[in-house]
């Protein structure tokens, strides 16, 4: 594992891939101003994730559970991608075959401009039935302290992967097959705890895939990773990117 300025070694690489993948995690968005979970950053570290991410919360008080989202739906709105986001518009521009799996709910990939997205976690711009699943498009609002219902009678809640759910329907078997098939695996801003995600770049590297990771800090996927960059995504992914297209340009 090498953590470094760009090697020349990881440039021939990305020079000559064709299948690339990577996963994004909210450390991606925190220079946009969106909070990650875990940090100590973290805005929602006076709720852990796993307090408030589960049907267990929801049941007991969707509430607190709907206000936690309604903020997190008004900030992300409020919010625009930046040059981490936009550098991986540029990547898949760049190569043949590229996926981007995101465990982010924010939508800022698909605002910048990515268009092979798996979104792990769903997105918080949608709701749904909690009962029946039915997509509900209309705003959501709590007036009188009520949770809005579906035709069914069930309760809304946003479309998003709590613990203990079973992923959206499709996503996860993109997202591995993008893993194992790919040359060149990035993680990006995750703190790989969480799980299957975390199980991709895992998956990539088995498959034979150089795996590289770029984060604030270490993870437990550090030692596993063939590079290491530790600092700002919005930082070290343009920073590739220019190095990669200068190099392209040599003959
Ligand atoms: C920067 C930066 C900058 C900051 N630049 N970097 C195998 C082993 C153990 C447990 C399990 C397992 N398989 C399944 C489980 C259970 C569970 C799980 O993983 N638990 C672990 C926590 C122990 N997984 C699940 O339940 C999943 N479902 C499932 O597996 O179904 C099958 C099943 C069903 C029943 C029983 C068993 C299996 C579902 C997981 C759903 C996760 N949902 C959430 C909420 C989504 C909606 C919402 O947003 O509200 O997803 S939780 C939260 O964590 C969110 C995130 O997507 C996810 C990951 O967090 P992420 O993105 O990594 O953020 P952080 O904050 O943790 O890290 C940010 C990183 O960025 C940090 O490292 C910073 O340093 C860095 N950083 N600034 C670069 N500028
Ligand atoms: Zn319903």
Known sequence: ????????????????????????????????????????????????????ATVE????????????????????????????????????????????????????????????????HGNITRNKCFECGRPYFNEITLEGGKIPCCECGGRLRPDVVWFGELLPEGALDRAFAASQRAELFFTVGTSALVHPAASMPIAAKRSGACLVEVNLEPTPLTELADYAFHGKSGEILPHLIERLTDDRKVP
């Open 1 to 52: 594992m090498q953590m470094m300025e760009m090697s020349d070694e990881l440039l021939r690489l990305m020079r000559t891939a064709g299948k690339v993948a990577v996963l994004t995690g909210a450390g991606i968005s925190a220079e946009s101003g969106v909070p990650t979970f875990r940090g100590k950053e973290g805005l929602w570290s006076k709720f852990r994730a796993e307090e408030l």
């Open 57 to 120: 919360a929801f049941m007991n008080n969707p509430q607190l559970v709907w206000e936690w989202y309604l903020h997190r739906r008004e900030l992300m709105n409020r919010v625009e991608p930046n040059p981490g986001h936009q550098a991986l518009v540029e990547m898949e521009k760049i190569f043949d075959d590229f996926t981007l799996i995101t465990q982010n709910v924010d939508d800022l990939h698909r605002r910048a401009g990515s268009e092979n997205i798996v979104e792990l």
